[in-house]
């Protein structure tokens, strides 16, 4: 059974910076899952940050930055604003299909 | 632009059949994969089937496999999810999404389309 593993929330400052990150049960994430990262607000569709990792999608603000950290696809908001306050959902493709994490609901406060 | 068009819910008893549309423009349909993805109300995301450009490659999620078959027309720059033998559980907004041409992850996503499997 795989399972794909992210904060279910997380808080943070206006101005602040965090890392969001997603993991998986039965291994280390790396590229080989081109982990991409999505932004979901209510009631919208969601919308593409980053995609294999590290690149950002068109029109997405460079405060959006992806990496590997250790054993997990990490996503890092840099100068958070207002506005970031979303739902959070990372995706890593595998032979198989794809596989996406239950999401992080970050609040700015 | 990239727009993705979804069509086809509704609400459907359990048991019973819909079919799902998505017409796509704004790109060449014929050169990419494309993915349903659905989002039970107040839940996350969860990838349902995905086809590659040409058929060839055919994905499922388990708790769909058997039951809904995804089919693309590239003539027709549209794709399409026929769902069968509904369960409530398939209740969620489902999402027609585009995928990049080096990773198959998502790019570009529909408005989506609510199916509502009640009786």
């Known amino acids: 059974q795989t399972v794909v593993t992210q904060e279910p929330s997380f808080s943070v400052s206006p101005g602040g910076t965090v890392t969001l990150t997603c993991g998986l049960s039965?291994?280390?994430?790396?590229?080989?899952?081109?982990p991409s990262w999505y932004q979901q607000t209510p009631g919208q569709a969601p919308r593409t940050l980053i995609y294999?990792?590290?690149t950002r999608s068109s029109g997405v603000p460079d405060r959006f930055s992806g990496s590997i950290l250790g054993n997990k696809a990490a996503l890092t908001i840099t100068g958070v604003q207002a506005d970031d306050e979303s739902d959070y959902y990372c995706v890593l493709y595998m032979g198989s299909g794809l596989w996406f994490g239950g999401g992080t609901k970050l609040t700015v406060l | 632009e990239v727009q993705l068009v979804e069509s086809g819910g509704g609400l459907v008893q359990p048991g019973r059949s819909l079919r799902l549309s998505c017409a796509a423009s704004g790109f060449t349909f014929d050169d990419y994969a494309m993915h349903w993805v659905r989002q039970a109300p107040g839940k996350g995301l969860e990838w349902v089937s995905g086809i590659s450009w040409n058929r060839d490659i055919i994905g499922y999620a388990d708790s769909v496999k058997g039951r809904f078959t995804i089919s693309r027309d590239n003539a027709k720059n549209s794709l399409y999810l026929q769902m069968n033998s509904l369960r409530t559980e398939d209740t969620a907004f489902y999402y027609c999404a585009k995928a990049f041409l080096n990773n198959n992850c998502p790019s570009s996503w529909g408005q989506g389309t609510l199916v509502t499997v009640s009786s």
């Open positions: 294999s990792t590290n």
């Open positions: 039965s291994d280390s994430v790396s590229t080989r899952y081109y």
